[in-house]
């Protein structure tokens, strides 16, 4: 497998982190995002929106993060990314789709403001309104993670792509010095994560 990734790529961090967590052999192809690498001929080829990450694995061509960890999990039975249930593998898409379409456009507006590594590497133009709406989108979807965790140590009974899927941007969000204090269990469930092995690898390649 060839793996097509940005630095201080949330996104990428969430496809690395599902790599790790399957211990796939695959070979990392950082891109350089700010003078447009993954704009070129070549990538494009890949990945038509050029953006990142992406994935290719003999003649499959694959992009969005979430899709990618899908692959990864279904090929890879053994690292038991997915429930075995019809039921439990919709619960899995469901966090996935709550992720995609809230939390994490809502985490974006906050650590493009926050986040000091994420600021000195991408320059984003200073935008308190969105800081703001960003943190008021955070106080409607947070609950709905809290009141979950709070019945489980993961969000589906074990470890799953559904845990993945929201690690990277919600560290981001953490290391920009957001309060989770009103979160207890959402902070204490980051905490286990972004302790496992595979997310410090993840972490070593893309947020550095």
Known sequence: MDFYCGRWSGNSAR???ALEE?????????LDTRNGENKSAAYLAINPMGKIPALVDGPL????SNAINWYVAEKNPQARLLPGSIEGRAAVHRWLF?????????C???FRQTNASVKAFWNPPDDPRSLEAGRKELA????VLESALGKSEWLEGAFSLADIAYAPHLALVAEGGFDFAP????RAW???MLERPAWRKAADLILR
């Open 15 to 17: 496809a690395a982190f």
């Open 22 to 30: 399957a211990q796939v052999a695959y070979g990392a192809h950082v």
């Open 61 to 64: 061509r694959l992009w969005e």
């Open 98 to 106: 709550f992720q995609t379409g809230h939390v994490t456009p809502a």
């Open 108 to 110: 974006v507006q906050v």
């Open 140 to 143: 409607r979807y947070l609950p």
């Open 183 to 186: 979160y207890p269990a959402v």
């Open 190 to 192: 980051l905490s286990r």
